[in-house]
Nanobody, 129 residues
Framework: QVQLVESGGGSVQAGGSLRLSCAAS????????MGWFRQAPGKEREGVAS???????????YYADSVRGRFTISQDKAKRAVYLQMNSLKPEDTATYYC???????????????????WGKGTLVTISS
């Protein structure tokens, strides 16, 4: 059974940084698409960043326009972990952040659609002005 567990959320002031982690277990495939999504109160869920991890360990990253240049998604295949480094945080980045995973190679499409097979329970990020 695939399980995704997020950690690293918290409260920081605008301009600060946070690093989110997602630990994956039970994944039966050698490659995978993993992503970070967020949902603010009263708003729809949106894709933040995704990364397609090849069996070789290489990866391809995708970003939403709203976070490109500020957020960086990375992975540690050996640890089965995915990270989201968030810099220059803004109050509008406040949301619950969810880790998600899917076997589909179309990781950029999955980021836009949000159609992922497995989801974590989320971690809250609050940015104060």
């Amino acid at each position: 059974q695939v399980q995704l567990v997020e950690s690293g959320g918290g409260s920081v002031q605008a301009g600060g940084s946070l690093r989110l982690s997602c630990a994956a277990s039970g994944w039966p495939f050698s490659s995978r698409c993993m992503g970070w999504f967020r949902q603010a109160p009263g708003k729809e869920r949106e894709g933040v960043a995704s990364i397609y991890i090849l069996a070789s360990g290489d990866s391809i990253a995708y970003y939403a326009d709203s976070v490109r240049g500020r957020f960086t998604i990375s992975q540690d295949k050996a640890k089965r972990a995915v990270y989201l480094q968030m810099n220059s945080l803004k109050p509008e980045d406040t949301a619950t952040y969810y880790c998600a995973a899917d076997v589909d190679t179309r990781c950029g499409d999955r980021l836009r659609s949000g159609n992922m097979d497995y989801w974590g329970k989320g971690t809250l990020v609050t940015i104060s002005s």
